[in-house]
């Protein structure tokens, strides 16, 4: 059971085969590294920032990893490459952990209060409505009754992009129209989730570059106005992350904390060679869980985020 | 956390200062700070190894010169080994054949649809040449419409195929029906593809080999990590691509993805995405681009912009008083007043030298200026011109002039000067016949 299965045969066969390299980099030379010695080799730490790094993890949080295990090998003295691969990656998952939901994350949204309110953030082109579309169907999957709101009313033909979702995956999906409040939109589609007895409503919002404060602005009143139908709504702010973008992700987690809340993370195009490794930090600074990820185009490419297949796949 | 190219250079480039000649000792430090700093803003791993040595190389040795201190020399050769990594000259692209055939194609999400629609828009207005646009992403629901609204909007035709899959043949009828209609340009936006996905690459090959467009461009988006290599050199595996598009660089991306990738390919940067308007679209500049990553601010393109607005006579006025560090407040406020029409503030304002870096982590909405106009406004004509004469006295009443403190008032003048520090830094490398470029005319 790997991280890569939803993949062909195919490429995946491609993908190992890319990611050989930095296998025997890595964990080839761990046993070199650690032959008699209490202290972790100064060539094994080079390259664990080297596979680190150059999996989008950033300066900082490599360090801190670095930091962390420097300081665990200096305290259990004796382990082997075995202990040292297992060591790595616990604190890596400690770093992905330490408020993740105790409970199984799935769709069937035992002990929520319904409906369950879902407002889907990001910056452009991340593939938020992508998302949508995909939860949509897991939810739909579980035999959930589901509502799609349309309230990206900015971008070109966004409107009709979740349309088409909403068809495919045949959920109701409540539209104004383009260039219209996106806040009317996110009002009319959890009162509508209310008025049919929706189990959960996804709202989708238009892309939006964090460091435009009245596009950010505009998020708060979005929230503000869906509290006027249910007073804790949305339940989930999840912020969507493009799995190639580089430590910019942290200012895009920083800055749509702060316009909304984000309380949940997911991590898109992870089908391609990138790690995603930024995630680590960000979850790990605003105490925010990775929930779902995106690994293809298709209506059934989206799973619920593990995060000991995910460490794996840094170093696989 | 994330912290900001220029602003870990500058931390990094005090560590040199008052020393007299810059060695393996005194610049071990700073080199490492440079190369975390590249790193932070998503260069390549590998990249910002070659490039530290690179550029410590050069340094070692080097006396410092006069009136320049460690730190300025570090500046300016970390400044030109970037500019010569981002590509030296400006590239324009290749419009030859009748029409010309340029074919767009990225990643999911880099911004294919947009800038096609931009460059459309660009061609027309600015080069006066015909162009239609065709919609060949057949994947990706209502990607057809959104090129057909955008084309609307920028009053261009979008040639489409609604019952087609097959992007190879709506090419060709595109390209066929362009050439028909007498267009000189044909624009062929494509599906995001990821490079693994061989399927998809096979594609966009037989797409560029049945049209044989006369220009291939990449798009990218300039918030992309280390991945950005890998990517880029895939795509350049397979199309051979004559140039790059950054897009998304109204965000607060120091854009590391660039060096990556004309290092890795060593193509040309040819175009910047810097907003969601159908006019925002830039021509690259390198020596800009590594200016801005340093925090010297952009001036050219800030001086460009504010052209738009100027008349010419005020422009040179300006340029003159720039070079000549004659630079007041009431140029300053001059400027405010012409930037707030421009709209999109805080890109503009990084665009001022020194500025960048202060308002790194503010908000800036559009009153942002009100304070600073109303310190400025309580100065008397002499004060304006001369900040110098600012005493204490003349600073208090201003601030109650202006309903503020003296505290605002003494922030305004700390960044006024540092502003006018970096102009005048500059001006004296240009004048010790050093290769930093300055733009403004004698």
């Known amino acids: ?316 | 956390m994330f912290e900001s190219l220029s602003t870990k250079l500058d931390r990094a480039f005090k560590l040199l200062k008052g020393q007299g000649r810059i060695t393996e000792i005194n610049v071990a430090e700073t080199i490492k700070e440079i190369r975390k700093a590249l790193l932070d803003a998503d260069v390549n791993y590998k990249i910002a190894k070659d490039f530290t040595d690179k550029v410590k190389e050069e340094a070692l040795g080097q006396n410092v010169l006069t009136s320049i201190s460690p730190g300025q020399l570090l500046t300016k050769i970390v400044n030109d080994q970037l500019t010569v990594l981002l590509g030296g000259e400006t590239a324009d692209i290749n419009l030859d054949g009748n029409p010309s055939v340029i074919l767009i194609a990225g990643l999911q999400g880099s911004g294919k649809t947009t800038f096609s629609a931009k460059l459309a828009n660009m061609l027309k207005n600015k080069r006066n040449r015909t162009v239609m646009l065709a919609a060949c992403d057949v994947y990706r629901p209502a990607a057809i419409d959104q090129l057909k609204v955008l084309g609307e909007q920028i009053q261009v035709p979008v040639y489409t195929d609604y019952d087609s899959k097959d992007p190879v043949a709506i090419a060709l009828a595109a390209v066929a029906k362009a050439k028909e209609q007498g267009f000189k340009t044909i624009i062929i936006d494509t599906a995001g593809r990821l490079a693994i996905d061989e399927q998809m690459m096979d594609e966009i090959f037989r797409v560029k080999q049945a049209i044989k467009p006369s220009e291939v461009l990449f798009v990218v988006d300039s918030m992309t990590g280390q991945d950005a290599v890998n990517t880029a050199k895939a795509f350049n595996d397979i199309l051979n691509f004559d140039g790059v598009v950054l897009t998304k660089l109204d965000g607060d991306t120091r854009g590391g993805a660039a060096l990556s990738i004309k290092s890795m390919v060593n193509k040309p940067i040819k175009f910047v995405g810097t907003g969601e308007k159908m006019e925002a679209l830039d021509v690259f500049h390198p020596d800009r681009m590594a200016q801005r990553i340093l925090g010297m601010g952009d001036i050219v393109s800030l001086v460009e912009k504010a052209q738009s607005v100027y008349d010419e006579e005020e422009t040179a006025r300006m340029n003159k008083k720039i070079a000549a560090n004659k630079f007041d407040f009431e140029d300053f406020l001059n400027q405010i007043q012409q930037i707030k029409k421009m709209g999109n503030l805080k890109d503009l304002m990084a665009m001022i030298p020194g500025v960048g870096k202060a308002i790194k982590d503010l908000d800036i909405s559009d009153d942002a200026f009100k304070e600073i106009e109303a310190i400025i406004r309580s100065m008397t004509p002499k004060e304006r011109s001369n900040p110098d004469i600012l005493n204490g006295q003349r600073r208090s009443r201003i601030a109650k002039g202006s309903g503020t403190q003296v505290q605002k008032v003494n922030d305004l003048l700390k960044q006024f000067e540092e502003m006018r520090k970096m102009m005048k830094t500059m001006n004296k490398m240009q004048g010790a016949g050093r290769a930093m470029k300055m733009p403004f005319g004698k």
């Not at chain 1, 491609?14 to 100064?42: C, H, P, W, Y």
């Not at chain 1, 949204?109 to 407002?119: F, S």
């Not at chain 1, 995106?294 to 490419?301: A, F, L, S, T, Y």
């Open chain 1, 1 to 316: 059971m790997g991280f890569f299965d939803f993949l062909n045969k195919e490429k995946k066969e491609q993908l190992n085969k890319g990611l050989e390299k930095t296998k025997t980099n890595l964990f080839g030379r761990i046993s070199k590294a650690l032959l008699g010695k209490s202290k972790v080799d100064a060539a094994f730490l080079d390259e664990l920032e080297e596979i680190l790094i150059s999996s989008d993890v950033g300066v900082k949080t490599t360090l801190e990893i670095i930091e962390r295990i420097e300081k665990r090998a200096a305290e259990e003295k004796y382990f082997g490459e075995t202990e040292l691969n297992k060591l790595l990656k616990d604190e890596i998952s400690l770093l992905l952990d330490e408020k993740a939901p105790t409970a199984q994350i799935n769709f069937n949204l035992e002990g929520v209060k319904k409906p369950y309110i879902i407002m889907v953030v990001g910056v452009n082109g991340v593939g938020k409505t992508t998302t949508i579309g995909k939860l949509a169907h897991q939810f739909k999957q579980a035999n959930k009754k589901v509502v799609l709101g349309a309230a990206d009313t900015f971008r070109a033909a966004a409107v009709d992009q979740l349309k088409i979702w909403g068809q495919r995956v045949d959920v109701p999906v409540v539209a104004l129209g383009m260039n219209i409040d996106p806040s009317a939109v996110a009002y009319d589609t959890v009162a509508k989730a209310v008025e049919m007895g929706a189990d959960v409503a996804i709202i989708d919002t238009a892309g939006r570059l964090h460091n435009k404060l009245n596009l950010m602005n505009e998020l708060s009143k979005i929230k503000r106005v869906m509290q006027k139908v249910i007073p804790d709504a949305p339940h989930e702010i999840l912020l969507v992350l493009d799995a190639s973008t580089g430590q910019n992700a942290f200012e895009q987690a920083r800055h749509f904390m702060a316009a909304t809340d984000i309380n949940t993370l997911a991590l898109t195009k992870l089908d391609g060679t990138a790690k995603g490794g930024v995630v680590i930090g960000i979850s790990n600074e605003f105490k925010i869980p990775v929930k779902y990820i995106g690994v293809g185009e298709g209506i059934n490419d989206l799973q619920i985020f593990n995060k000991h297949e995910f460490v794996d796949s840094l170093f696989s």
